[in-house]
């Protein structure tokens, strides 16, 4: 059954319009340019006035955006798993990074691409696949992504350092944050690491930093012209939070929320909660599907992302690989946009159900399910290898990091892994001494 009941698409009216724009000119057709104007005039308004809308007030008061109140709709729960960090702590967190990182990698050469596209791409090289190795060839090698790094450093032949990807900056810049601002952070100093920081960001992210150069309050930035309120882009920062809190899941979920307010609302919120909590969790059990029970404690009970995880739990059984994964994804949200935080969520779930105790079976089946596939095989792979730690991955899906995270970061040079983990150990040390 279908999750929401979406209206038709109007995106083909804007190719059309262009279209029959540009065969006027053509045809020496005068007013043109004003005609025009006066379409994007109309379109404004009409989006304003679809905006206005009223929500469904009872929905809204299952989805607060106040912590207090979320909280409050939380089912029971865990909250905190410990009060010191465990002796194995070390070999879990390089593992949930690390864990990570591949994911992230595996993904991101392919991110958003179809089935079957990956299918057809690695019939093509001779790949395995689903995969159980990085990708032999990238498509495009000689294209960068982020302006960074080249496609074909994704790749084992060319890889040196794990390459740029925005999911893996935003865990670099929430460990920068804890540091620079203090446990106490606020999101009004989250925007301001923003501004400082990020040169670029897409979606809600996007919009939100737009908003704060324009000197839009943090508070408010996820509020003016924003349309991607319960996309993907403030849990795929969900990370840094749970390394910071290991244990404690609850600490975790508040962190993740202080993020997820400059550029997020409800879902979007819910989702940075549920897998901060999820990861947090994860240091301190012994199977994924635990951790990502806990992670349900974290956030309104009857929220759609909480009921959605509660259904793709219960159905996980039945999805023994990612084409039965694409097609229940397609059956349920087909409209659903791809950088989506619940169709994603759900990916996330069933990559760790049907990968079980095999890493490279985890990320290999997530990414070939589709959608946002960087960010979910990453997710996973977080999960993961908080769970089993890094002795548990295969050596060849990190021997090419050879310590070190590229990134594009304002002012940031390559960061060095161990570096970061010490760091991340040390915030750790403080979070549960300090609560």
């Known amino acids: 059954m279908r999750l929401f009941e979406y209206p038709d698409k109007v995106a083909a009216w804007e190719r059309r319009i262009n279209a029959y724009a540009q065969q006027k000119v053509e045809f020496g057709a005068q007013g043109v340019a004003e005609k025009v104007a006066e379409i994007e005039a109309l379109i404004a308004e009409k989006i304003a006035e679809l905006d206005a809308l009223p929500d469904d007030a009872e929905l809204a008061k299952a989805e607060p955006d106040d912590l207090a109140t979320i909280r409050s709709l939380r089912p029971a729960g865990s909250r905190r798993l410990w009060?010191?960090?465990?002796?194995?702590?070390?070999?879990?967190?390089?593992?949930?990074?690390?864990?990570?990182?591949?994911?992230?990698?595996?993904?991101?050469?392919?991110?958003?691409?179809?089935?079957?596209?990956?299918?057809?791409?690695?019939?093509?090289?001779?790949?395995?696949?689903?995969?159980?190795?990085?990708?032999?060839?990238?498509?495009?090698?000689?294209?960068?992504?982020?302006?960074?790094?080249?496609?074909?450093?994704?790749?084992?032949?060319?890889?040196?350092?794990?390459?740029?990807?925005?999911?893996?900056?935003?865990?670099?810049?929430?460990?920068?944050?804890?540091?620079?601002?203090?446990?106490?952070?606020?999101?009004?100093?989250?925007?301001?690491?923003?501004?400082?920081?990020?040169?670029?960001?897409?979606?809600?992210?996007?919009?939100?930093?737009?908003?704060?150069?324009?000197?839009?309050?943090?508070?408010?930035?996820?509020?003016?012209?924003?349309?991607?309120?319960?996309?993907?882009?403030?849990?795929?920062?969900?990370?840094p939070w749970a390394y910071a809190a290991p244990g404690y899941p609850e600490k975790a979920a508040e962190f993740a929320y202080r993020d997820a307010y400059v550029s997020h609302r409800r879902n979007g919120i819910y989702a940075a909660m549920f897998f901060s909590a999820a990861i947090s969790a994860a240091f301190a059990v012994d199977d994924p599907v635990d951790a990502l029970k806990i992670g349900l404690e974290e956030i309104p009970a009857d929220c759609y992302l909480a009921r959605e995880v509660r259904w793709a739990l219960d159905i996980a059984p039945a999805i023994a690989g990612y084409r039965d994964a694409a097609a229940a994804i397609e059956a349920r949200y087909p409209e659903m946009g791809g950088a989506h935080a619940i169709n994603n969520t759900v990916l996330t779930v069933w990559g760790l159900t049907v990968g079980g105790d095999d890493y490279s079976k985890v990320i290999g089946e997530t990414v070939a399910m589709g959608k946002d596939n960087d960010c979910t095989a990453a997710t996973a792979g977080s999960i993961w290898g908080a769970v089993y730690g890094k002795s548990a991955i295969p050596k060849h899906w990190y021997k090419n990091f050879n310590n070190k995270v590229h990134t594009f970061l304002y002012h940031q040079s390559p960061f060095a892994i161990d570096d970061t983990i010490d760091r991340f150990i040390a915030l750790a040390e403080n979070v549960l001494a300090a609560d």
């Open 83 to 239: 009060t010191s960090l465990a002796d194995d702590f070390r070999e879990r967190l390089e593992g949930s990074w690390l864990g990570r990182c591949a994911g992230c990698t595996l993904g991101s050469i392919v991110e958003g691409w179809t089935v079957e596209r990956m299918e057809q791409w690695a019939e093509y090289l001779g790949d395995e696949y689903p995969l159980v190795d990085y990708w032999s060839v990238a498509e495009q090698p000689h294209m960068k992504k982020y302006q960074t790094s080249l496609r074909e450093d994704f790749t084992p032949s060319k890889m040196d350092g794990v390459p740029t990807d925005d999911d893996l900056n935003y865990t670099l810049l929430g460990l920068m944050i804890l540091e620079e601002y203090g446990l106490d952070f606020s999101t009004d100093d989250l925007g301001e690491a923003w501004i400082k920081y990020l040169p670029f960001a897409f979606t809600a992210e996007g919009i939100a930093l737009d908003n704060l150069r324009n000197g839009v309050s943090p508070m408010q930035a996820a509020e003016v012209d924003n349309c991607f309120l319960n996309w993907i882009g403030a849990d795929i920062r969900s990370d």
